[in-house]
Structure formats: C-alpha cells, structure tokens
C-alpha cells in the first residue's frame, strides 16, 4: 500500500491554485467588462500554456502557480484604491504580500505592470492621490511581508553555492 497523502496535498493545491486564478481573474476584469466577456477571458487564462502547462506539468511550480492567484487580486485592488476605496489600501497590501510570500521573482516582474496600471488607468487630476495610496499600500506591504524577506536577505551567508551543485543536487548526477 502507498501512502499518497502527500501527492493528493499537491494535486488539491495545484487544483485550487488554478481555480482561484480564474475566480480573481474574474473579479478584476468583470470591472471593466461585461461578465461574459470576463469569464470567457478568466478561463483562458486559466488555461494559458505557461500557467497550466509549463508551471503544472513540466516544472512543478507550485509557488510561481499561486502567483497567478494574486496578480489579478492585486490589480482588482488597486482598481478600488484608484476609485477612492482607503479601505481598500488594507486589502491590497494584503495582496502584494501574498505574492511576495509566494513568489518573489514574479513579484519583482510583476511590479512594473502594477505601477503602470496605477498610474495610466486614473485620470491627471486624481494621480497624485492615488499614486499616495498606493505607495502607502506597497510600504504596508513591505511590512507585512518583512518576516519572509528580512531572514533571506541576512542568512545569505550561511548559504552554500558550491554545495548546491555537487551530490545529488548536481545536474549531471543521474
């Protein structure tokens, strides 16, 4: 008998990651469209080859698969800031945090496309509010998040490059 505890662990995770990248693929675009359109657009990206194929089936990128969850969270939220939802700031740190928590590398990526959606989506008279907003959102973010990245950046050290490429960890050990 084998035990698949673990395997089911990442086929549900796996599973609602992808699901919930729909769902707020959804609510960001179900903003700005029709519903129709929003959902036909959420499920394609769903099942775009890099998110569904190459993240699932080829790289086992469980962490770079929850990115796409809150990327579409983050611009929903931003769209509430810049329409002068304050409360929303809350959420969208909460976002931001989530997906440096998750994925640091695509949140480095990902932060050009969510500062220019902040800043050319509102119009001239409100930019500079909700350029405030927002950098009072990422501040919030940085805070929240600062238990993961603080002890990665300062145990750098205590990391052993050499030792990652040699043994089993070494490509050429098959």
Sequence with gaps: HIDNSSCD???VSASLALIMSGVTAFFWLNKFTSTQFALIIAVIY????YHFVVDIYIRFAFAELWGFVWMPLILYWSLKVSEGSTKSIIW???SISLLIFTHLPTFIIFMPVFVGHFL????????KFV??????AIML???LSAIYWVPAMTTQGNVSMQSMFSGM???EFR
């Design 9 to 11: 662990a990442l086929v």
């Design 131 to 136: 350029f405030l907003n927002h950098l009072i």
């Design 46 to 49: 769903m099942v775009l080859p």
């Design 120 to 127: 050319f989506v509102t119009n001239k008279e409100l930019r």
């Design 92 to 94: 969208l740190s909460v």
């Design 169 to 171: 960890f070494n490509p």
């Design 141 to 143: 973010a940085v805070g």
